[in-house]
């Protein structure tokens, strides 16, 4: 059980929650929190203060007062109003990510809510029952507003769920759960959906997987190199310190690792001079891409433990002030930015696939495949991942540099930070499938070169590989071993085997 306080979450914690089913509750610091908040507020109604939200419509509809016997009134009808999202539904485990970082930056202490709501939530996720939230309408500020209505209108009772694999109505499913419907209080909608919560959700997801397919990648490009008898001193630790960025040095030491001891790799001069880029410049392209990773998992780190919430009740003040912290921009150039690094890590393998298609390698036929002509071999492999990068390179187009105004001019800025976020997670599932056909594709290659000696890292990976998927003799159905590969790769199978210890530079 992951105890919350609204300052420690990791992306870690996240992934083990939304994949693992790992549940969640809150700390009694954060219940304390909570409360004290939750008395300003109270007190701040009682007297008939004007706060916006709480005694107030919303947006353009700020200056319209709200009597103190309609407040409770007012977040219900919120919760409602702004339900009204489209598209497919999120993915199960992004829907449990957005669930427990909505319980902990509320878990904070600084939105006025009750920590029976917040509770309420948590038991919906610990039992499995899962808001069908849809993946379209929001513009990322005011905050995630219409997802998170979908979010919250179970909690109501109200709105659809999925329980234990079916998708019902809430009510039937919280009856069933044994889930008490919780009645919103004042300010208490507007606290569950004001805030970058959906758009975090996916990003803390994505930037883990990010990590994951870069040293997936570094594999890949590694069996590569060895298919195509690669010169490995492009990769010499000293390359790096006349330039020290540290995600390409990471990277040259991976393919250090990985290619350790290998028979198949070549010195300058010995087959060629250079090798073309795709290859050569792996550590440079693969680690300018780790260092925009890093950056992103930086911010994503802030935000899922952020109050994002507007306004923010700051009980040690007495004060509650109304600003702009539920604005996603931080989260939208950062879902931009590793929407181009992935698209960038997709292309150049799908360069180093087209070598390995036409290989100036005497070993290796065309298109990886005795008896070429009448067979095609692995030719089309190379049109799938041709035609991945193209569409990468769309969905990389950042949504971030495009705004338009809403609720009538009065949020006349928003971040579209939502959907840079899902055209990050879609820019990632196409690299995954790229980075797959290089495995495979790399796999075959290394098999027109037996027998040899692969790298102390490069031969784990070709055996993982081999103990799938069977070489490519004549043509044959192979979309089923690319989908499993696919799969492999994303949940880390491959990222697991990279050797740990460094071996010394090559070069003195």
């Known amino acids: 059980m992951l105890v919350m306080d609204g300052r420690r979450l990791t992306i870690e914690d996240v992934v083990s929650v939304a994949r693992h089913g790992a549940g969640a509750g809150l700390a009694p610091a954060a219940v304390r929190a909570m409360n004290d908040s939750r008395d300003l507020v109270s007190r701040m109604i009682e007297t008939g203060e004007v706060v916006y ?38 993915a199960e485990e992004v829907v449990r990510a957005v669930m427990l ?28 029952v899962h808001p069908v939230i849809p993946a379209q309408g929001s513009v990322g500020a005011s905050g995630d507003l219409v997802p998170l209505a979908h979010m919250t209108l179970p909690l109501l009772g109200e709105g659809e769920v999925t329980y234990r694999g079916q998708r019902m109505a809430a009510r039937e499913a919280l009856e069933t759960a044994g889930i ?56 010499d630790e000293n390359v790096n310190l006349v330039r020290p960025h540290a995600g390409q040095a990471r990277s040259a030491a991976n393919l250090r690792l990985l290619l350790d001891g290998s028979s198949l790799v070549s010195r300058a001069g010995e087959l060629r001079i250079q090798d073309p880029y795709s290859l050569r410049c792996t550590p440079q392209v693969h680690g300018a891409s780790r260092d925009a990773v890093d950056y992103v998992r930086g911010v994503v780190e802030v935000e899922i433990n952020s109050a994002t919430d507007n306004p923010l009740i700051f009980p040690q003040l007495g004060r509650v002030i109304s600003a702009g912290n539920f604005h996603g921009q931080p989260v939208a150039l950062a879902m931009d930015f590793l929407g181009i690094a992935l698209s960038e ?52 187009t950042p949504a971030s540099v495009d705004s338009i105004p809403t609720s009538a001019f009065q949020e006349d800025h928003v971040s579209m930070g ?26 075959q290659a290394i098999d027109f070169h037996q027998p040899c000696r ?13 103990e799938k998927v069977a070489v490519v003799e ?24 990279m050797p740990k210890s460094a071996p010394a530079k090559m070069f003195n």
């Open 418 to 443: 939502t959907i840079a976020a899902r055209k990050a997670l879609d820019i990632l599932a196409n690299a995954v499938n790229v980075t797959a056909i290089e495995l495979f594709c790399a796999a």
């Open 101 to 128: 970082l909505r319980a902990n930056t509320l878990a904070k202490g600084f939105s006025g809510i009750r920590p029976v709501v917040v509770q309420t939530l948590l038991e919906m996720l610990n039992k499995g």
């Open 474 to 497: 004549n043509d044959r159905i192979m979309y089923p071993d690319i989908h499993l590969l696919a799969r492999l790769v994303k949940e880390g199978a491959f990222a697991a085997l």
């Open 180 to 235: 008490r419907p919780v009645v919103l209080d004042a300010k208490e909608g507007l606290a569950l959906i004001n805030g970058t919560t959906v758009m975090t959700a996916m990003a803390a997801l994505a930037v883990h997987d990010a990590g994951v397919l870069l040293d997936t990648a570094d594999m890949a490009a590694a069996l590569t190199v060895e298919a195509l008898r690669g010169i490995d001193s492009a990769f």
């Open 53 to 90: 939200g709480v005694t107030t419509g919303f947006g353009k509809l700020a200056n319209v007062t709200i009597s103190a016997e309609q407040a409770a009134q007012l977040q219900v009808n919120l919760i409602r109003s702004h339900a009204v999202g489209v598209g497919a539904p999120l």
């Open 454 to 466: 692969l790298g102390r890292g490069s031969a784990a990976v070709y055996r993982a590989i081999r």
């Open 345 to 396: 890590v997709a292309n150049i393998a799908n360069c180093r696939i087209s070598q390995l298609m036409v290989a100036e390698v005497d070993s290796l036929p065309p298109f990886l495949v005795e008896r070429g002509g009448l067979n095609t071999g692995l030719m089309l492999t190379q049109y799938t991942t041709a035609a991945l990068v193209s569409e990468n390179k769309v969905l990389a």
